[in-house]
Each structure stands twice: as structure tokens, then as C-alpha cells.
């Protein structure tokens, strides 16, 4: 069992950057982010493998960066160029390794751990 808290929300502008923190308690899991706006949802869109390698959704491709520092435990979703339609609860969540492929994504809701989520408002 692996424990996720993730802070760092807020409202912004839209053309700013927002970088959100997710503390995990156990480095044995693949880590991702999951977002869902209002009436959607919810949907992966990074993670990262136990080998650090990375994997994008391609509606986020090119604005979103997901990195992590095993030393302080912590996972960071970096959102540049935010928009109005990025505004949603964030998610921070862990599964096994085997889950770490896009295939196996939206199963993430059984099989994974979650955080309580943080909500990101962006304004025009």
C-alpha cells in the first residue's frame, strides 16, 4: 500500500505555470497523474516508471512535465501555457508496474492508490 498527498493547486491565469507536489510513501510504484474537469471523466495524462522513464498523454504533450524526487518522496506535475480548459481536481495515484502502460490507464481506478486530489482554476 503506498500513501499519496498532493498540494500545490490553485487558481491562475491562463498563460502562467502551475507546478503541483504529490508525496508518496513508497518509491516500488509506478506514479501518475489523472485529471477530471467538471462533468468529465477522469482521465492519465503523465506518468512515470520505477526506471524514471515517462509517458504522456498526447492531449498534454509539449506542456506537461512529470518528474520526481526520490529523495524527498515527492512526485511534481509542471503545467506551462495553462488554459481555461486545463481547470480540473488533480489526481496523484500509484499502481503496480505491470499497470504502467497506457493500455492499462483507465483501470488505474481499481487497481491503483490515490491522493484526495487538488483543484486547479485557470481564468481567461
Known amino acids: 500500500q503506498v500513501h499519496l498527498m498532493e498540494s500545490g493547486g490553485g487558481s491562475v491565469q491562463a498563460g502562467g505555470s502551475l507546478k503541483l507536489s504529490c508525496e508518496y510513501s513508497?518509491?516500488?510504484?509506478?506514479l501518475g497523474w489523472f485529471l477530471q474537469a467538471p462533468g468529465k471523466e477522469r482521465e492519465g495524462v503523465a506518468f512515470?516508471?520505477?526506471?524514471?522513464?515517462?509517458t504522456y498523454s498526447d492531449s498534454v504533450k509539449g506542456r506537461f512535465t512529470i518528474s520526481q524526487d526520490n529523495a524527498k518522496n515527492t512526485l511534481y506535475l509542471e503545467i506551462d501555457s495553462l488554459k481555461p480548459e486545463d481547470t480540473a481536481m488533480y489526481y496523484c495515484?500509484?499502481?503496480?508496474?505491470?499497470?504502467?502502460?497506457?493500455?492499462?490507464?483507465?483501470?488505474?481506478?481499481?487497481?491503483?492508490?490515490w491522493g484526495q486530489g487538488t483543484q486547479v482554476t485557470v481564468s481567461s
Open positions: 495515484a500509484a499502481a503496480s508496474p505491470e499497470y504502467c502502460y497506457e493500455g492499462y490507464w483507465g483501470i488505474w481506478t481499481a487497481v491503483g492508490f
Open positions: 513508497s518509491n516500488r510504484y509506478c
Open positions: 512515470i516508471d520505477t526506471d524514471g522513464s515517462t
